[in-house]
């Protein structure tokens, strides 16, 4: 966090390393420096995770979640982005091992394609979405921020587009 008396209005943050940096006006309370670090920080992630992955890239993230939430439990035969799930944000064939996620989530922060990574190798370990599989992904502490903001993305697609207004 750095802090600048010659900063009036604008909040900015980037990496140095494996430091993230947030400028911030001098005059802003704490509460405003909190809420403005976690904007940030998403913003930052949102970015980031623009870098599209490619389907081995995703695999490897598949089995790193896997070993650090299911202690290496699920194995997924095949990790893979789909273009044909406009409804569903990744689904998961227990039987063959396969997972895809809707190509929708690309661009999205990282926790929130990590959540629905943990989400389809949870299924890997129990089928349905009964008490068992809520249990497993309690593991995830991110579970809960995640959900919402993907509730969110679905409640804006549901909001009317209204017709821009024309200067005259």
Same mark, same amino acid.
């Given at each position: 966090? $750095? $802090? /600048?008396?010659?900063?009036? =209005?604008?909040?900015?943050? +980037?990496?140095?390393?494996? $430091?993230?940096? &947030? ?5 802003? /309370?704490?509460?405003?420096? $909190?809420?403005? #670090? !976690? ?9 980031? !995770? ?13 089995? =790193?979640? /896997?070993?650090? +939430? ?6 997924? &035969? !095949?990790?893979?982005? #789909?273009? *044909?799930? *406009? ?23 990282? +926790? &929130?394609?990590? +959540? &629905? ?14 008490? =068992? ?5 309690? @593991? %995830? ?5 995640? =959900?919402? %903001? ?5 409640? @804006? ?6 017709? #821009? @207004?024309?200067?005259?």
């Amino acid at each position: 966090m $750095r $802090r /600048s008396a010659r900063r009036s =209005r604008t909040v900015s943050a +980037y990496r140095e390393g494996d $430091r993230t940096i &947030v400028l911030i006006p001098a005059r802003m /309370s704490e509460a405003e420096e $909190r809420r403005w #670090v !976690s904007v940030m920080l998403d913003k930052l992630a949102a970015q980031e !995770s623009r870098r599209l992955l490619g389907d081995s890239e995703l695999t490897e993230r598949a089995e =790193r979640l /896997s070993a650090q +939430y299911f202690e290496g439990r699920a194995r997924p &035969v !095949s990790v893979r982005w #789909v273009t *044909n799930q *406009n409804t569903r944000w990744g689904s998961c064939t227990p039987a063959e091992g396969s997972i895809r996620l809707s190509h929708r989530l690309q661009g999205m922060p990282e +926790y &929130v394609v990590d +959540y &629905v990574l943990v989400h389809e190798l949870a299924h890997l370990l129990v089928p349905g979405h009964g008490p =068992r599989f809520w249990r497993l992904l309690e @593991a %995830y502490p991110r579970t809960e921020r995640a =959900r919402g %903001y993907l509730e969110g993305v679905v409640a @804006a697609d549901r909001l009317p587009h209204l017709p #821009v @207004a024309r200067a005259e």
